[in-house]
């Protein structure tokens, strides 16, 4: 059975920084490429990073500079460091892992919320 399981999600203030974890189970991990995604109150879901299985990244431009998606393939997780987090960064975040377009398996998702 797939699973995925998303923490670290919580409530700040801008500016601050938070680490969201997720942790997969039942897939060969270092096989499959790791995202992040994310869904502000009335928004669509969007993309937020994206790792390949050979650690390439990509990132949304609302994101870049600030925050940083890495891979620890010997522990089966993914990594999102928020850095400088403004409140339009407010929304449900999600990791997926997949390996082609259309594909993949979602965690259940983690509140992230910054308001002063």
């Known amino acids: 059975q797939v699973q995925l399981v998303e923490s670290g999600g919580g409530l700040l203030q801008p500016g601050g920084s938070l680490r969201l974890s997720c942790i997969a189970s039942?897939?060969?991990?270092?096989?499959?490429?790791m995202g992040w995604y994310r869904q502000g109150p009335g928004k669509q879901r969007e993309s937020v990073a994206v790792i390949s299985t050979g650690g390439i990244t990509n990132y949304a431009n609302s994101v870049k500079g600030r925050f940083t998606i890495s891979r620890d393939n010997t522990k089966n997780m993914a990594y999102l460091q928020m850095n400088s987090l403004k409140p339009e960064d407010t929304a449900v975040y999600y990791c997926?892992?997949?390996?082609?377009?259309?594909?993949?398996?979602w965690g259940q998702g983690t509140q992230v919320t910054v308001s002063s």
């Open positions: 997926k892992a997949f390996r082609g377009i259309g594909d993949g398996y």
């Open positions: 039942g897939i060969p991990f270092s096989g499959y490429a």
